[in-house]
């Protein structure tokens, strides 16, 4: 297991993957393309149990991710008990109609429209699994000196994308779903006050009768630029 | 190609992926958990080209990733052209030098230490190409109104996520960087004053002789808590 290395000298180990051919690199990177263009953010679930070890693994790959100073400054909890999943939904339903009734502004209500969302969230109860993601903002010594974390919104964010990336690979879809304030979540799960929920994301399978907002993506001469 | 939907009524289309059997799903997630392991940041490149198209495809996985509103608020800019990564680097060390001399701090420079960086950048011109990741913290409207994005941030660092995880699956190696401060980015790259440079992302081959820090990754015990 990792143990905090702050101020550690720097040692280094060689790095010799092996080298993927050319031809086997386009193919992949092709595939990845064509598979990642069918991910779709999901808000209406199947009742049906996913397989724990499928979402355990993406959270492994999640923590794979880089992030400033190594810190990792991260945690993922994997919720599936029922209970806990309504008192979320229920926290999160109060939180949202605050939201929706005013306190979101007429510029995002608008910006919202075209996704069809409201203050209901059928999903955070429907779907069998949340993961929600907690940002360490500092982390405390054995002595109990706060040590600032770096880069912590871009290293988690950073870890999010890898975890949606396994979980769609994997076969099941997911919702990046950020109620606003998200302070209830720390409560609700009673996580430590040097984190902050930075999303929830309910897992699972679409359900047969699910819709998605018919939305485009940016085309890739949008959002590329050659040099 | 997309066209901006801001205020425009909700419209839905069926969404019915396949589904996986439990079996592949478990497979899947258990090999992509082994691949991403195997994942390391490198900041000792070889000079060999990569195919270009490789990265194009990665940075299309990453250009599905979900965004606040579905604003999709980045740009990637590919730098292939050598004279370029010329002035990024000499830019980039001229920040870094400032940086390591002082202005990180005790606190931050010792957070460093076991990473053994320091404010010389090969990278930046050995790595056959960079990414350079810009985040548009809002948008213009036609008539010049300025709207704002939502959950940037967070936003970009999902999509930097996939990126990473596409980049590794097609077997390059990338190392995300982020001198500070990053304007130079903008004014070396002509990039308009909505956007803000997010990540310099050097992408390629390892060198032969590639060192990296002997770190070890928090265990996934570390990371996830079940309830
Ligand atoms: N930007 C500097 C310093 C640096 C480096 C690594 C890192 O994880 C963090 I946080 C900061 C540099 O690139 O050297
Ligand atoms: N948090 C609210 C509102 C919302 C929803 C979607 C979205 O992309 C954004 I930005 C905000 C909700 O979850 O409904």
């Known amino acids: 297991p990792w143990t905090p290395i702050h101020g550690e000298p720097y040692r280094s180990v060689p790095y010799r993957p092996e080298r993927m051919s050319e031809a086997q690199s386009l193919a992949h990177a092709a ?8 991910r779709r953010t999901v808000r209406q679930f199947a009742p049906d149990p996913v397989p724990p070890q499928v979402v355990r693994d993406a959270i492994a790959c999640a923590a794979t ?11 993922f909890v994997l919720v599936q008990d029922p209970e806990v999943r309504r008192l979320i939904r229920e926290a999160a339903e109060h939180e949202e109609r605050v939201s929706y009734d005013g306190r979101l502004g007429e510029e995002w209500l608008a910006a919202l429209r075209p996704l069809g969302t409201d203050e209901v969230k059928p999903h955070l ?4 699994a949340l ?4 940002q360490q ?6 002595d109990g000196t706060k040590h600032k974390h770096y880069y ?11 975890l949606l990336s396994a979980l769609h690979l994997s076969g099941l879809a997911a919702l990046i779903h950020t109620p606003s304030p998200m302070r209830f979540l720390s409560q609700v799960l ?3 006050e040097n984190e902050k929920a930075f999303a929830v994301i309910p897992v699972g399978y679409p359900a047969p009768d699910c819709q998605v907002p018919d ?7 949008q959002v590329l630029v050659e040099v």
Chains 1, 2 share one sequence.
Not at 31 to 38: D, F, G, P, V
């Open 137 to 142: 903002r500092y982390w405390l010594g054995e």
């Open 190 to 192: 009673g996580r430590p």
């Open 215 to 221: 939305l485009v993506r940016k085309s890739l001469d």
């Open 65 to 75: 991710a880089p992030s400033g100073a190594h810190q990792q400054p991260w945690t």
């Open 125 to 128: 109860t429907d779907a069998p």
């Open 131 to 134: 993961v929600v993601v907690f």
């Open 31 to 38: 595939e990845l393309r064509t598979r990642m263009r069918e």
């Open 152 to 162: 912590v919104d871009e290293s988690v964010g950073i870890a999010v994308g890898m």
